[in-house]
Protein backbone atom coordinates (compact mmCIF):
# COMPACT_ATOMS: atom_id res chain seq x y z
CA UNK A 1 0.00 0.00 0.00
CA UNK A 2 3.27 2.10 0.02
CA UNK A 3 4.19 4.06 -2.44
CA UNK A 4 6.41 1.28 -4.87
CA UNK A 5 9.07 4.06 -5.27
CA UNK A 6 10.26 2.94 -1.89
CA UNK A 7 10.10 -0.35 -2.75
CA UNK A 8 14.09 -0.62 -3.18
CA UNK A 9 16.23 -3.88 -3.04
CA UNK A 10 16.69 -4.12 0.46
CA UNK A 11 12.64 -3.87 1.43
CA UNK A 12 12.26 -6.21 -1.57
CA UNK A 13 15.17 -8.65 -0.09
CA UNK A 14 14.10 -8.69 3.53
CA UNK A 15 10.14 -9.44 2.02
CA UNK A 16 11.16 -12.21 -0.37
CA UNK A 17 12.99 -13.72 3.07
CA UNK A 18 9.49 -13.56 4.97
CA UNK A 19 7.43 -14.76 2.15
CA UNK A 20 10.67 -17.90 1.84
CA UNK A 21 10.09 -18.28 5.69
CA UNK A 22 6.16 -18.16 6.15
CA UNK A 23 5.61 -20.64 2.89
CA UNK A 24 1.75 -20.07 2.65
CA UNK A 25 1.72 -16.04 2.59
CA UNK A 26 0.88 -14.16 0.03
CA UNK A 27 2.18 -10.38 -0.61
CA UNK A 28 -0.58 -8.05 -1.46
CA UNK A 29 0.96 -4.98 -2.94
CA UNK A 30 -1.37 -1.70 -3.87
CA UNK A 31 -0.59 2.28 -4.33
CA UNK A 32 -3.11 3.47 -7.08
CA UNK A 33 -3.38 2.01 -10.05
CA UNK A 34 0.92 1.98 -10.36
CA UNK A 35 1.07 -1.89 -10.16
CA UNK A 36 -1.36 -1.99 -13.13
CA UNK A 37 1.99 0.08 -15.26
CA UNK A 38 4.45 -2.87 -16.61
CA UNK A 39 7.25 -1.29 -15.75
CA UNK A 40 5.98 -1.02 -12.23
CA UNK A 41 4.69 -5.08 -12.53
CA UNK A 42 7.66 -6.47 -14.26
CA UNK A 43 10.27 -5.10 -11.91
CA UNK A 44 8.51 -6.02 -8.36
CA UNK A 45 7.46 -9.35 -10.05
CA UNK A 46 10.82 -9.80 -11.78
CA UNK A 47 12.79 -9.19 -8.53
CA UNK A 48 10.44 -11.92 -6.86
CA UNK A 49 10.49 -14.14 -9.51
CA UNK A 50 14.03 -14.22 -9.80
CA UNK A 51 14.69 -14.30 -5.64
CA UNK A 52 12.64 -17.76 -6.27
CA UNK A 53 8.99 -16.35 -5.11
CA UNK A 54 7.03 -17.25 -7.48
CA UNK A 55 4.16 -14.19 -8.59
CA UNK A 56 1.06 -16.14 -7.77
CA UNK A 57 2.25 -15.46 -4.14
CA UNK A 58 1.54 -11.52 -5.14
CA UNK A 59 -1.45 -10.00 -5.14
CA UNK A 60 -1.17 -6.78 -7.23
CA UNK A 61 -4.22 -4.94 -6.37
CA UNK A 62 -6.00 -2.29 -8.62
CA UNK A 63 -6.65 1.30 -7.64
CA UNK A 64 -9.81 1.79 -5.31
CA UNK A 65 -11.24 5.50 -5.91
CA UNK A 66 -13.42 5.81 -3.12
CA UNK A 67 -11.49 6.00 0.37
CA UNK A 68 -13.92 3.87 2.20
CA UNK A 69 -13.28 1.16 -1.16
CA UNK A 70 -9.46 2.19 -0.38
CA UNK A 71 -9.48 1.03 3.64
CA UNK A 72 -12.01 -1.93 3.15
CA UNK A 73 -8.78 -3.35 1.55
CA UNK A 74 -6.82 -3.46 5.12
CA UNK A 75 -9.28 -5.97 6.28
CA UNK A 76 -7.65 -8.38 3.78
CA UNK A 77 -4.21 -8.13 5.07
CA UNK A 78 -3.24 -10.10 8.01
CA UNK A 79 0.45 -8.28 8.40
CA UNK A 80 1.72 -4.75 7.43
CA UNK A 81 5.52 -5.01 6.61
CA UNK A 82 7.15 -0.88 6.23
CA UNK A 83 9.32 -0.60 3.53
CA UNK A 84 12.84 0.36 4.50
CA UNK A 85 14.60 3.05 4.93
CA UNK A 86 11.78 5.35 3.63
CA UNK A 87 9.13 4.35 6.15
CA UNK A 88 5.30 4.30 5.68
CA UNK A 89 3.52 7.66 7.46
CA UNK A 90 -0.06 7.88 6.04
CA UNK A 91 0.22 4.43 4.63
CA UNK A 92 1.59 3.00 8.56
CA UNK A 93 -1.22 5.27 10.43
CA UNK A 94 -4.03 3.79 8.02
CA UNK A 95 -2.88 -0.17 8.51
CA UNK A 96 -3.12 0.63 12.46
CA UNK A 97 -6.22 2.87 12.04
CA UNK A 98 -7.68 -0.30 10.28
CA UNK A 99 -6.44 -2.79 12.91
CA UNK A 100 -3.55 -4.04 11.02
CA UNK A 101 -0.20 -4.58 12.78
CA UNK A 102 2.50 -3.00 11.01
CA UNK A 103 6.06 -4.16 11.36
CA UNK A 104 8.95 -1.83 11.01
CA UNK A 105 12.72 -1.32 10.96
CA UNK A 106 13.89 1.25 12.56
CA UNK A 107 16.12 3.37 10.76
CA UNK A 108 18.57 6.16 11.71
CA UNK A 109 17.34 8.99 9.63
CA UNK A 110 14.07 10.66 10.47
CA UNK A 111 12.58 9.43 7.11
CA UNK A 112 13.17 6.01 8.85
CA UNK A 113 12.13 6.45 11.99
CA UNK A 114 8.56 7.70 11.52
CA UNK A 115 6.55 4.32 11.18
CA UNK A 116 7.97 3.52 14.59
CA UNK A 117 7.10 6.63 15.80
CA UNK A 118 3.37 6.24 15.21
CA UNK A 119 3.63 1.76 15.92
CA UNK A 120 5.27 2.72 19.25
CA UNK A 121 2.84 5.73 20.58
CA UNK A 122 0.03 3.38 19.22
CA UNK A 123 1.50 0.90 22.07
CA UNK A 124 3.02 -1.44 19.68
CA UNK A 125 6.58 -1.10 20.09
CA UNK A 126 7.59 -4.76 20.09
CA UNK A 127 6.47 -5.15 16.05
CA UNK A 128 9.30 -2.29 15.53
CA UNK A 129 12.76 -4.19 14.12
CA UNK A 130 16.22 -2.88 15.67
CA UNK A 131 18.29 -4.52 12.54
CA UNK A 132 17.11 -6.67 9.18
CA UNK A 133 17.20 -9.91 10.98
CA UNK A 134 14.51 -8.42 14.21
CA UNK A 135 12.73 -7.67 11.34
CA UNK A 136 12.47 -10.86 9.45
CA UNK A 137 11.66 -12.76 12.85
CA UNK A 138 9.01 -10.55 14.23
CA UNK A 139 7.42 -10.53 10.78
CA UNK A 140 7.29 -14.56 10.92
CA UNK A 141 6.87 -14.91 13.88
CA UNK A 142 3.31 -13.00 13.77
CA UNK A 143 2.54 -14.67 10.84
CA UNK A 144 3.11 -18.22 12.79
CA UNK A 145 1.22 -17.22 15.58
CA UNK A 146 -2.56 -17.08 14.10
CA UNK A 147 -4.20 -17.40 17.29
CA UNK A 148 -1.97 -13.74 18.96
CA UNK A 149 -2.49 -12.53 15.33
CA UNK A 150 -6.21 -12.90 15.67
CA UNK A 151 -6.09 -11.45 18.93
CA UNK A 152 -3.95 -8.39 18.03
CA UNK A 153 -6.26 -7.62 15.18
CA UNK A 154 -9.40 -8.15 17.25
CA UNK A 155 -7.61 -5.68 20.01
CA UNK A 156 -5.97 -2.91 17.78
CA UNK A 157 -8.64 -0.68 16.18
CA UNK A 158 -9.92 -0.12 19.97
CA UNK A 159 -6.48 0.47 21.81
CA UNK A 160 -5.62 2.58 18.98
CA UNK A 161 -7.99 5.09 19.34
CA UNK A 162 -7.59 5.15 23.36
CA UNK A 163 -3.56 5.78 22.34
CA UNK A 164 -1.67 8.97 22.91
CA UNK A 165 -1.71 8.88 18.82
CA UNK A 166 -5.37 10.16 19.49
CA UNK A 167 -4.91 12.10 22.38
CA UNK A 168 -5.63 15.58 21.25
CA UNK A 169 -5.69 17.27 24.28
CA UNK A 170 -2.15 16.04 25.18
CA UNK A 171 -0.79 16.39 21.91
CA UNK A 172 -1.77 20.36 22.35
CA UNK A 173 -0.45 20.87 25.73
CA UNK A 174 2.84 19.44 24.67
CA UNK A 175 3.39 21.58 21.62
CA UNK A 176 2.21 24.38 23.17
CA UNK A 177 4.70 23.65 25.88
CA UNK A 178 7.74 23.34 22.80
CA UNK A 179 6.62 26.54 22.09
CA UNK A 180 7.28 28.61 24.97
CA UNK A 181 10.12 26.76 25.07
CA UNK A 182 11.79 27.68 21.77
CA UNK A 183 10.10 31.47 22.79
CA UNK A 184 12.14 31.16 25.61
CA UNK A 185 15.44 30.48 24.51
CA UNK A 186 14.80 32.75 21.02
CA UNK A 187 14.02 35.74 23.39
CA UNK A 188 17.48 34.49 26.06
CA UNK A 189 19.78 34.38 22.93
CA UNK A 190 18.20 37.76 21.57
CA UNK A 191 18.79 39.60 25.28
CA UNK A 192 22.01 38.29 25.44
CA UNK A 193 22.95 39.32 21.50
CA UNK A 194 21.93 42.72 22.40
CA UNK A 195 24.30 43.30 25.04
Request: net charge positive.
Amino acid sequence: FNNPIKLNDTTLSLWTRILRDVPDSRLSLKYYDFYGMPEVRDRVVGFFEASGIEASRLLLKPDTEARAGHLSNYDQVDIALDPTPFNGATTTFEALLMGVPVVCLLGEQLLARSAASLITTAGYSSLVGRNPDEYVSLATALAGDRESLAKTRREMRQKINQSRLFDARRYSRNIERFYRAMWRRWCSLRSVLSI
